[in-house]
């Protein structure tokens, strides 16, 4: 199990428990997280579950992959911190990571 | 300008997997369809988010592409002879005496008995960027389309992305624009490399510009766009002139102009019985993700079994007098003339 907490926009923020092997993007889908619109499901083709990953935690979620860096391109107001929450695996080793939800995703 | 009005029995809105499968089942019925698709081809969200992605769970076919299961779907489909009406949407239908009246934003227009809904999530439709007033501009100084050249004649044109679309855009305006410059936010480009390279000559001429940011802000009075404030990669930020700008941040699903047709909805969603899949007006259907009913799946394989039960209630309409027997596809060998096996 690992914690995650997502901070919307305002400040308000989502504490949820996911399982290892799920997505980042998935377990803020399954409880309801505002922000994360995730149009393609998952599929890293739409660019609309953008997020931004808290200094302390882009260690070890890693570095976007070619494709997702590509897709990026599709999203706003990209940072250095900038990830898509599909391509983000739950693991243990992420219990307690923070994620910021951008304004809009589009 | 808008040619003949084409007659037929159903339209079908939507070229998804759904939306093609509906012709089958009403071919199977006798019933003629057309269909009409805001893209340029069959699949929709197949097409369109995953065409390599794997699906797992269409029965019988335990590993299948979106664009495999397209292509076999129009495979399956070919014997009905359906037309295809591709980058057009739907804007208007009216009921008439005996049906429906449809005009696309292309100005063809269709006089038919049933219509069936099978659009998915909604019309693909450009991503707007979410920047302050934008709503301002559009249609007069930001464009995410281009439908006419000479909109751009003479002006400073400012494109943002880096894929396919803005270096399109970027090598075909170029001629007619008084200066271009094209806005992406690395170097990198998700675009066919002859594109970038073409670009990257130009520039190297002088006779357009590639700069590195994000726009964050949009400038000028009256829908008429001045300029932009961009941020560039050291997160300083610098003015850009512009007399139109260009974003093309690629598609999301937009319910459109469905919204205006008089229908019950419920967020977003057709709420239909589940006998018939007939919407609150009879004689429209609608089928696959964009319908809702107790229990509802979005699943490829329920929205196949919807266009099964809506056909025998279209059949109903079309041909008032004909009692329908139900048969197979194995042993009907009426059923086989209509596919072209026997």
Redesign the interface.
């Known amino acids: 199990m690992a914690r995650i907490t997502y901070i919307q926009p305002d400040g308000t923020e989502n504490v949820v428990d996911a399982d290892p092997g799920m997505t980042v993007m998935e377990a803020a889908v399954k409880n309801s997280v505002r922000g994360i619109a995730a149009e393609c499901g998952g599929a890293c083709a739409c660019a609309t579950c953008h997020v931004y990953v808290e200094d302390a935690w882009r260690e070890p979620t890693g570095q976007p992959e070619q494709m997702e860096e590509d897709m990026l391109d599709f999203a706003f107001d990209i940072r250095p911190e900038s990830r898509l929450s599909c391509q983000i695996k739950v693991t243990e080793e992420l219990d307690g990571l923070r994620v910021r939800i951008p304004e809009k995703q589009f | 300008m808008s040619a003949e009005v084409i007659k037929t029995d159903a339209v079908i809105i939507g070229a998804g997997p759904v939306g093609l499968f509906a012709v089958f089942e009403l071919g199977l019925v006798d019933v003629k369809a057309h269909v009409i698709d805001i893209l340029d081809r069959p699949g929709g969200?197949c097409a369109?988010?995953?065409p390599e992605?794997p699906i797992y769970d269409v029965p019988a076919l335990p590993v299948v592409t979106g664009q495999e299961l397209t292509d076999k779907l129009m495979e399956q489909i070919k014997p009905f002879g359906a037309e295809f009406h591709f980058s057009e949407r739907v804007e208007t239908l009216e009921r008439t005496d005996e049906g429906f009246h449809l005009v696309t934003d292309a100005d063809t227009a269709f006089e038919c008995k049933v219509v069936v809904i099978a659009a998915g999530?909604g019309s693909f439709t450009p991503?707007?960027?979410?920047l302050p007033g934008i709503e301002a501009y559009e249609g007069t100084s930001v464009y995410y389309s281009v439908r006419k050249m000479d909109v751009f004649k003479d002006k400073d044109v400012l494109i943002v992305?880096?894929?396919d679309s803005a270096l399109d855009w970027t090598l075909n305006l170029q001629p007619v624009a008084k200066s271009l410059t094209l806005l992406?936010?690395?170097s990198?480009f998700?675009a066919a490399p002859a594109s970038v390279q073409k670009m990257l000559d130009l520039v190297e001429n002088g006779d357009a510009a590639f700069k590195l940011g994000?726009v964050?802000e949009l400038h000028g009075d009256d829908g008429q766009l001045t300029g932009v404030t961009v941020k560039g990669p050291d997160g300083a930020t610098f003015e850009q002139s512009a007399d139109v700008m260009l974003p093309f941040?690629?598609l999301?699903?937009k319910l459109g102009p469905v919204a205006d047709w008089g229908l019950n909805l419920e967020e977003n969603l057709i709420p239909v019985d589940t006998e018939k899949f007939e919407t609150s007006e009879t004689g429209i259907f609608a089928i696959g993700d964009i319908n809702t009913y107790p229990g509802k799946l979005k699943l490829i394989l329920s929205g196949f079994h919807e266009a099964a039960l809506m056909a025998q209630q279209v059949h109903k309409i079309v041909y008032p007098d004909k009692k329908l027997i139900f048969q197979y596809t194995t042993s009907s060998s009426n059923l086989q003339k209509k596919l072209g096996v026997k």
């Not at chain 2, 991503?127 to 979410?130: D, G, Q």
Request: proline content about 8%; aromatic content about 8%.
């Open positions: 969200q369109e988010l995953y992605k999530g991503k707007r960027p979410p992305g880096g894929g992406h936010r690395r990198e998700r994000q964050t941040f690629g999301t699903m």
